[in-house]
């Protein structure tokens, strides 16, 4: 069930991207908005309505030191459009792939979302009811979900056409692929070669 109308978002959108969330035993769908600016002054402001402001600093020191993506420096507000308190950890993907939009300029489909929790080494977690709420954004009409790599098994016998970009377990330090691989465009998942077990790194995508 979508908490916000694809009347409301732009085809593309800088800053903002969808999340399902899993609630008692249906899935609702959250936008997740953000806005970097640079300090007049002083200390930068952290700004958030409807989400955990302690949540959006780990966030922060985790692209910080995973993808050497300086956000730290810059007023971030996070906005959950609809007066809703979201407290689910599977949206901290979300919340930094919207973060990393604002940060370069790159607008993401209304039709992408993102789901997976994020630890302090970057690495990103498995999450619970993956299946129930992957097949609500097929649902409704997505075409692409980013997803932690450990939930790679399952889906493998799953018919589900919308497409699964999963992590790889391969550390980068860099941050310079994503002018080059919008997020707008998932490729199709491959399989991949690695044995190495999850969680896997952030900076793996990027």
Do not use: W
């Amino acid at each position: 069930q979508m908490c916000i109308r694809d009347s409301d978002r732009d085809e593309k959108n800088i800053g903002s991207i969808i999340v399902p969330i899993f609630e008692g035993s249906r899935v609702f769908l959250f936008e997740v908005q953000s806005l970097l600016g640079t300090p007049n002054f002083g200390m930068p402001r952290r700004t958030v309505e409807g989400y955990d402001k302690t949540r959006v600093e780990i966030l922060s020191a985790v692209l910080s030191r995973s993808l050497k993506v300086d956000v730290n420096s810059k007023d971030i507000y996070i906005n959950i459009p609809g007066g809703i308190d979201l407290n689910d950890r599977s949206s901290d993907l979300a919340v930094v792939f919207s973060l990393l939009s604002s940060v370069k300029g790159v607008p993401i489909s209304q039709k992408i979302a993102a789901i997976g929790e994020l630890g302090l080494r970057g690495e990103v977690r498995k999450v619970s009811f993956i299946k129930n709420r992957v097949n609500e954004l097929e649902k409704m009409g997505f075409t692409g979900v980013y997803l932690p790599k450990s939930h790679q098994a399952d889906f493998e016998k799953e018919k589900i056409k919308i497409k699964k970009q999963l992590f790889q377990k391969k550390y980068t330090k860099s941050y310079k692929n994503l002018q080059s691989s919008p997020l707008q465009n998932i490729p199709k998942y491959r399989q991949s070669p690695s044995s190495v077990s999850h969680p896997q790194s952030l900076s793996t995508f990027f």
